[in-house]
């Protein structure tokens, strides 16, 4: 058992009679805002760096985020995703950022994205990019990173250059509804975080996949320090 796993446990120890699974994610933001965020972190979708591989979300801002302004960021993020959750052909979740703090996964099928072997949008992804960006107009102090990923179809030189030119056709096309480009960052990841098996057409499928991360930047977590949110 890892020390995360361990610091879980006291936590949800010690909130017995709510248990962990009730939090909300207004009350997981002042925990994680309350320095607490390594154990609630890992319990609710902390993210990323797998082998030195992929960044983490969101630069870290070098002194620990109050509870308040936690619990603020929280309840914003907790009411995006609310309302990201009507996008079709894309799934919502909640992790957390560099920060500790709650912030966003969207990921878009790229199989309805983009063609197999392509990183031109289809009519059908600009649309669907078009309900995102316009859902995203409310919350400018987030920043995005988007990352692009592959199946393990062909050389990983092939696949890390085409992971990269799909995460771009999307920063460019959300560029281009007013987005704009300083809040914007892409990864191309080829096939190192696949999230089914490459061994089957339908598992491929799930691999080639784009995600989006839209995390609190240092103009809104100054606005939650400040209570101003």
């Known amino acids: ?26 009350s997981k933001g002042m925990m994680i805002g309350g320095g607490s965020g390594a154990a609630v972190g890992a319990g609710v979708g902390a993210l990323i760096a797998k082998n030195g591989k992929g960044a983490a979300i969101g630069a870290a801002v070098g002194a620990a985020v109050g509870t308040g302004a936690g619990a603020l960021i929280g309840k914003k993020m907790d009411k995006k995703k609310a309302e990201l959750a009507a996008l079709e052909a894309a799934k919502v ?26 990183s031109t949008l289809s009519d059908n992804s600009k649309t669907a990019l078009r309900d995102f960006a316009s859902k995203m107009r409310d919350l400018p ?24 030119q799909r995460a771009n056709a999307v920063s460019n096309y959300l560029n281009s509804l007013q987005i704009a480009g300083s809040r914007l960052s892409t990864e191309g990841l080829a ?15 799930e691999n080639r996949r784009v995600e989006v991360y839209i995390y609190a930047n240092q103009e809104m977590i100054r606005k939650a320090e400040a209570g101003n949110l």
């Open 1 to 26: 058992m890892t020390k995360t796993n361990i610091l879980v446990m006291v936590i949800c120890g010690s909130l017995l009679f709510t248990g962990c699974s009730s939090l909300s994610n207004t």
């Open 93 to 118: 979740e909640m992790v957390t950022d560099a920060n500790n703090l709650q912030a966003l996964k969207v990921t878009f099928d790229s199989g309805i994205l983009f063609k197999t072997g392509s």
């Open 141 to 164: 102090d987030t920043d995005f990173v988007i990352q692009g990923h592959t199946d393990n179809t062909g050389s990983r030189q092939v696949n890390e250059n085409l992971s990269k």
């Open 191 to 205: 096939y190192d975080f696949p999230v089914a098996s490459n061994n089957t057409e339908a598992g491929r499928a």
